[in-house]
Each structure stands twice: as structure tokens, then as C-alpha cells.
């Protein structure tokens, strides 16, 4: 996943020279002696570090695997508001790093950051799950909670973010540096088994654990909460073991003044008659070190060739939003094992873990036996085609979901669908349409109506009539849809939504076509209806239903049977005879259920995923080689916004929300094929460098340094024989 294998965020390392100040020199570094693990040479003080980051990222990626559809069952907002909030909320969560840094940097060092920006992170999580009781306020209050906890949380997670793999790492003395390495291994596996572990838990406290009538957000948002909170204890326990490097200086604003300083400059000397510079960034040279500078064009040269990055994770990060919301409109039985919708996350951080290896020790050796120079930037290309074949899998997935999902009724039309239970066919009269004849349902061969589609003209009336009879005169509005149930000379008319639930359950009303009222036990709620009315909506978790009725304090049960994945049912009660004796009920299925099933997504996690592994890894790798020491961090920051930005455009794209979904993801993967040529244009004509030449410009600066020496002291000689010959 793009936060895992990001988190790996590194600072100035200790006892590196940037080039202004010497980050973590061997002066500023504690002396103490800290205990290790079994004698070896890796400090004890690791394992509250590793246990800290597990509970952490199990914290943020469970929140986050349930939120989109927290946003929209529980604050009932529709899918593109959902996804925009979504991803607003990923993109500040990757913005964020940049306060981090330098707070770490330049004030506060990386302990104190982790420490209080963690309490900011813990109360954030708190005022979430607070906002998912239903009972604490109107939806506005909860609204306002879901906004304060998730901005609090953004501001813990990313302002975290640069510190707490670089404060790891600090741990070490310089001489292991072969154990730090295995260290950020071992950092990096608890990340994934956080997030791998998170996401598929936090789905089922969601979903299969009932609180307050409906599924559990609170619980989903507390245990999260929960783990923040003792990974927040974890790492405060280890405080006397830790080796902590105060503050030094922040090389990000020395960075960002060494450019601004270069531009006023430059502008300041916009004439003609000034000499033309090498490189823009040269007119700094009045201010900044050549080493500096040097430094500077390096990063400025890399994070240039950043800039079509953002598309890859425009898509990359759909898969907690539009491929979640995919999810709940498919099949999700595997033989008797339901899997919720948020749960296909987990897909993804488990083919990470299995892909990685194949790669490294297989796919990528392989090319290399054939003689392929397999480069950095043709793998990121690569993995980015990857991605878009995953969203053209998405798209064919998409178009095939939706063949369950009932037309809506547009401008001039209205749906009706008679439930004909009058004894023999009606006839459906409505000005402007033929005659439609409806025959009788039975109930021993039930064949579930059709909705009639009729042109109407704003309001008009639709006669239902039994041979010469008229039954009953039904208003149909336009784009709506409705339901009459007719037996012997009345009428029973509801109006309908005619769509899936959002979170991919399944839908029951009931009709009470009886002459007594009935209570009936379904939900964990026990509604009473009365004759000739119709019961609310209720949504139940997918499975064969026999729900509890009481009519005039005599207990029945009524057989459901199969209530699926998505669809809406219609269960009409009906009497044979005339001292209710005989309950009869009749099952109709208004919308159809979900017949695709969810497994066809496995494809398009694994294109994804197989794309992360080309594009991420290798870029990260790509970043950290082409970085000068001090700069390293400046890379990395520079990464993270381009998750940052890439979110950014999916919040755009879903709040203009002009496209059908499946239109949606033929644009960006379009895009993002059209942003790897351009990608692989700008890398082909892009040349390496080597950081490790600074330290020979270096040198070489210093020894020209020397030379100036001698020709100094020969200059005062000879001063001092000038004195001597005045005075003789």
C-alpha cells in the first residue's frame, strides 16, 4: 500500500553534513550506554519502536478501511461526496509530513514530536468513535465530530509520519549500520501486518457486531482509538532505553531559501547586461554553499521528473472508495464465508507481501540473466500501465455489476408495478398508453411483476379496473416509481425507491393486506403494522429469514426465505380465509440481487498491487539513490506530496461527478497511460547522477582551500621582510 511503504520516511541520518549545518553530529549524540537484545547488537529499545508502529498503523488503516462507508450509511451522504471527503482526508494525511519534519527538525526533535503529536492523534480517534454513537446529537453534531476527529487524525498520522522510522533508526551506532538495515525490514513487515490485520478485523466489528440498532461504527472507530492509545503507552514505556538526538536545524527550509533566494535574485538581476548563469539555481551563490547548491539542483532535477506521479495514486487510492463502493453492489458469499465489502482491501497489503519476493528474487533475476538492463524509471512505467489495466478490469467489473441495478424512471416516465392478488387479470388504464392487461399472481408459481413504464406528463391519474369494474385511480408523478397491491375491490399504493442499499445488504418491507394489525419481530426491531399499510424499509444482513409475527397475541412465523446480497423484497401478507387462520405471504423481488460476484475483483487488486511494487518500491529506491545524504529527506517529502496531490485529483473528479462510474475509471486509466508516455519521455532524456561525487567536489574544494593557506603565509612573510628592511 502507498502509506506503508511511504512511512519509511527518513530525516537526516546521524553524523551526515548538510550543507549548512551538521545534522546529528557525534557531539550532539548521547553517550549513554543502552541495553541490547540478547547481546546483539540491536537495542532493546527497537521493540517498543516496532510495537509502536504496529498498533499505529493497525489504528489508521482500520479507521480508514471502514470510512467511506461510514459516509455513507450512518451520514447518509451519496458516493461522490463520500469519495471526495475520502480522499480530502488521505490527501491532508499526506501533506501533513511536511509540518512534521521540520517541527522534528528545528524545535521540537523527533521523541517529543512522536509524544505529542500522538495525544493529537489518540484525541482525534476518541471524537471520531464519539461521533458514531447515534445518540450523542442531531446528524450535524456527528457530521462535526467525523470533521474535527478526522483532521486531528491527519495531523497525528502525517505529522508522525517523518519521525518514527528515522528515530528507529537513530537507535543504532553508526558501526551496525547492517543491523539498522534489517531493522527498517522488520518496520516495514510490522506496517504491513498492522495494516493487513486492521483491515480485515475492523470490517467485521463493523458489520458483524450490532450496537444501537445498526452496524457498529462506534466499535469499528473505538478499537482503533483503542490501539492508538496503547501505542502511545508502548512508546512512552521505552523513554529511558531510547537514544534521542536533539534538534538541529530543518534542511527543508534551507532548501526552500536557497531557491527562493536564487529567484529574487535572478529577478532582481533580470537585465541583460548581467552575465548569463550555468543553471538558474547559481545566482544563490552570493548566499548559499556551492555544496548546497549543488545539493539543491540534484533534488530540484528528481522532483521535476516527479511531477506526472500523482496519477498513479489518483488511482492507486481508489481502492477504499469507488472499489469499495464496487464491492457492496456483488456477490460476496464464498461458499458459506461472507466477506463484508471494505474487507477486499485486505487483498492488496497481503499480494504486497507474496509479490515483493517473487519480484526480487525471481521476476527481476530473470530478466537480468536474459541481459535486460531492467531501469528504474521503465519499471515505474511498467507499473503504471499495470494500474491502468487494473482500472480496465474495473471498468468491465463495473459494467456488469450494474446490469442488477433497476433503471430509474426519467423526465416524462413513471414505473408502476400491480401486484395482482384481485382473483382474476386487471386491466391498467393510463391516458397516453396502451392497455396493459396484469394476470393474477400465484403464489405456488410466483413469477416476480415487471414494472409497467409509462409516459407521463407531470401528474396524471392511472385507472386499475377488474373486467368492467373500476378497482381504484392511482396518481403517477413523473420520475417516480410505484407499487399497487390490488385484492378484491381496494388498492394499496407505495411509493419506491427502487435502488440497492449502499452497503450491499439486503432490503425487506412488508404489506399488510390483512384486516388486523400485525407486529412483526425483523432487525432487532418490532414494528407494528396496520391494515392496509406499509412497513419501513429494513435492511438485514444476507441469509434465510424466519421472522417472528404476532397477530391478536397469536405468535406466527413468516418463512422469507433467501434475502441476498442487494436486493429489495417485497413480503405482502394475505389471509385465505376469513378468521386470518391462514397467513399467507407472498415474496416479491422489486430489485434483483447481486449476481456478480466479488471474487472478479481479485484481478484488478492483483494489476494493482503487481503496480505498486514496479512504481513505489522501485521509486523509492529511485528517490533514495539520486539524493545527496542531507537531502534525502527533501526526496521523501517530495514523494509524499505526490500521494498528497494524486488524492487531490480524485476529490476533483468525484465532486464534478458528470461521469457514470464506469466512464470514471476509463478516464483515469486513460490518463494515467497517457501520463507514463510522458513519464517515460521525461526519463529517457534524464541522466543519473552519482550523490557520492559531492564528497569529491568536496575535496576538492578543500584542497584548493589549502592551497589558499601557504600562499597566505608566504604573503605575511614577506609583509614581515618588508617591516624588517623599513626598520634597518
Known amino acids: ?89 488521505t490527501s491532508l494525511c499526506y501533506f501533513t509530513p511536511i509540518i512534521g519534519a521540520p517541527i522534528a527538525d528545528a524545535w521540537l526533535g523527533k521523541f517529543n514530536t512522536i509524544f505529542w503529536l500522538s495525544i493529537v492523534y489518540v484525541i482525534g480517534h476518541v471524537i471520531k468513535a464519539v461521533g458514531a454513537i447515534p445518540s450523542v446529537g442531531s446528524t450535524d453534531v456527528h457530521v462535526a465530530l467525523s470533521m474535527i476527529g478526522l483532521i486531528a487524525i491527519a495531523f497525528g498520522t502525517g505529522g508522525i509520519k517523518p519521525c518514527v522510522s528515522a528515530f528507529g533508526g537513530d537507535q543504532f551506532a553508526e558501526e551496525h549500520a547492517q543491523e539498522r538495515g534489517k531493522f527498517f525490514s522488520i518496520f516495514y513487515l510490522s506496517i504491513n501486518a498492522g495494516s493487513l490485520i486492521s483491515t480485515f478485523v475492523t470490517p467485521v466489528l463493523r458489520g458483524d457486531v450490532q450496537c444501537f440498532g445498526t452496524d457498529c461504527y462506534a466499535l469499528a472507530f473505538g478499537v482503533p482509538a483503542a490501539l492508538m492509545f496503547f501505542a502511545l503507552i508502548v512508546f512512552v514505556c521505552g523513554s529511558g532505553m531510547y537514544k534521542k538526538y536533539p534538534p538541529q536545524g530543518n534542511i527543508l527550509a534551507s532548501v526552500f531559501k536557497c531557491i527562493g533566494f536564487a529567484i529574487k535574485n535572478r529577478w532582481n538581476h533580470r537585465s541583460k547586461q548581467y552575465p548569463k548563469r550555468e543553471h538558474w539555481l547559481d545566482w544563490a551563490s552570493e548566499k548559499h554553499t556551492k555544496k548546497l547548491i549543488t545539493e539543491v539542483k540534484m533534488v530540484t532535477k528528481v522532483l521535476f521528473l516527479y511531477i506526472p506521479l500523482p496519477m498513479f495514486w489518483a488511482l492507486f487510492d481508489q481502492q477504499g472508495s469507488r472499489w469499495t463502493l464496487q464491492a457492496t453492489r456483488m456477490n460476496a458469499d464464498f461458499g458459506g464465508f461472507v466477506i463484508q465489502p471494505d474487507q477486499m482491501q485486505i487483498l492488496n497489503p497481503l499480494l504486497i507481501l507474496i509479490l515483493i519476493p517473487i519480484f526480487d528474487l525471481g521476476i527481476y533475476p530473470l530478466i537480468k540473466l536474459c541481459k535486460i538492463n531492467f531501469k528504474p524509471i521503465p519499471k515505474m512505467t511498467i507499473g503504471m500501465i499495470l494500474a491502468a489495466l487494473a482500472f480496465a478490469v474495473a471498468t468491465i467489473v ?126 432487532g426491531d418490532n414494528d407494528k403494522i396496520d391494515p392496509g399499510s406499509v412497513s419501513e424499509e429494513t435492511q438485514l444482513k444476507r441469509g434465510k429469514i424466519n421472522a417472528p409475527c404476532w397477530i391478536e397475541n397469536t405468535e406466527y412465523s413468516i418463512d422469507l426465505g433467501l434475502l441476498d446480497f442487494g436486493g429489495a423484497y417485497t413480503a405482502v401478507l394475505r389471509s385465505r380465509d376469513e378468521a386470518n387462520k391462514r397467513i399467507e405471504v407472498v415474496k416479491i423481488e422489486d430489485v434483483a440481487a447481486n449476481s456478480f460476484h466479488v471474487a472478479w475483483q481479485v484481478p484488478q487488486y492483483f494489476l494493482i498491487s503487481a503496480g505498486e511494487v514496479m512504481f513505489s518500491v522501485t521509486g523509492l529506491e529511485f528517490s533514495y539513490s539520486q539524493a545527496p545524504t542531507s537531502m534525502k529527506s527533501v526526496l521523501q517529502a517530495g514523494w509524499l506530496l505526490t500521494v498528497a496531490f494524486g488524492n487531490v485529483i480524485v476529490l476533483i473528479v468525484a465532486q464534478a461527478g458528470s461521469l457514470e462510474q464506469w466512464a470514471e475509471f476509463i478516464l483515469f486509466g486513460a490518463l494515467l497511460i497517457a501520463v507514463s508516455i510522458i513519464f517515460s519521455i521525461m526519463g529517457y532524456f534524464y541522466i543519473p547522477v552519482n550523490p557520492d561525487d559531492l564528497k569529491d567536489e568536496d575535496e576538492k574544494d578543500e584542497n584548493e582551500e589549502k592551497k589558499k593557506i601557504p600562499d597566505f603565509f608566504e604573503m605575511n612573510q614577506d609583509m614581515n621582510m618588508v617591516e624588517k628592511k623599513t626598520k634597518i
Open 1 to 89: 500500500m502507498s502509506g506503508p511503504i511511504d512511512d519509511l520516511f527518513l530525516l537526516s541520518p546521524p553524523g551526515q553534513k548538510s550543507g549548512v549545518k551538521k545534522f546529528f553530529s557525534k557531539e550532539s549524540s548521547p553517550t549513554k550506554r543502552v541495553p541490547t537484545l540478547c547481546g546483539t547488537n540491536y537495542p532493546l529499545s527497537i521493540l517498543f519502536i516496532i510495537v509502536n508502529e504496529f498498533c499505529e498503523r493497525f489504528s489508521f488503516y482500520g479507521m480508514k478501511a471502514v470510512l467511506t462507508l461510514y459516509f455513507l450509511n450512518y451520514l447518509h451522504w451519496d458516493e461522490n461526496l463520500s469519495t471526495t471527503v475520502y480522499h480530502a482526508f
Open 398 to 523: 463495473e459494467i456488469k455489476t450494474n446490469e442488477t441495478i433497476p433503471a430509474a424512471p426519467k423526465a416524462g416516465e413513471s414505473f408502476l408495478q400491480v401486484l395482482n392478488f384481485a382473483g382474476q387479470e386487471v386491466t391498467i388504464i393510463a391516458p397516453g398508453n396502451n392497455e396493459v392487461k396484469q394476470p393474477e399472481l400465484n403464489s405456488q408459481d410466483f413469477q416476480d411483476p415487471e414494472y409497467l413504464k409509462l409516459n407521463i406528463t407531470d401528474t396524471q391519474p392511472v385507472i386499475i379496473s377488474r373486467g368492467n369494474i373500476e378497482i381504484c385511480t392511482v396518481l403517477l408523478t413523473s420520475k417516480t416509481s410505484y407499487s399497487v397491491a390490488v385484492e378484491n375491490n381496494k388498492c394499496l399504493i407505495t411509493g419506491d425507491r427502487n435502488v440497492k442499499t449502499s452497503n450491499g445488504q439486503a432490503s425487506v418491507r412488508f404489506i399488510n393486506m390483512l384486516d388486523v394489525s400485525v407486529n412483526i419481530s425483523i432487525g
